[in-house]
């Protein structure tokens, strides 16, 4: 265990009550110069004593979740996935045509869409289309048929 004494380090005794400056179970290493160095667990940042880094910004134009929002954890970070996606950084798309009725489903990223058949309209096809309503019998009546 290193121990601050001055403006060095130095290695401090088993009977001293003063901790480490490296933090989160990091070591602490004098180096020849009276300088200490901190070896880090994964997810902490050596340059600050084993701080908690940041992995939701560690690159500026862009989140390692694709499509969802990350949040920071104490050394690592969590996803939490955008509506039609899924995974551990939200990079796969979610399949919603194995869930829908649609006669026709496409799967487009992160969403879906449903083609109808001649007949039906709506956003899952689910409405007949009258055919009456255009008036198309002109010497009879007309029968809305599904």
Partial sequence: MCMLEGRGLKIA???STRSSPCKNG??????SDGSHVCKCY????????CGDMDECNMVSDRSPCNNGTCVNTQG???CFCN???????CRDDVDECLDQSCPICVNTPGSYSCQCTAGYTGPHCQMDVDQCDSSP??????VNTQ
């Fill in 76 to 78: 690592s970070f969590s």
């Fill in 26 to 31: 990091g070591t602490c290493s004098v180096k």
């Fill in 42 to 49: 994964v997810g902490f940042n050596q340059s600050t004593e």
């Fill in 83 to 89: 509506a039609g996606y899924q995974g551990k950084f």
């Fill in 137 to 142: 019998c002109r010497h009879g009546s007309c």
């Fill in 13 to 15: 005794s088993h009977s």
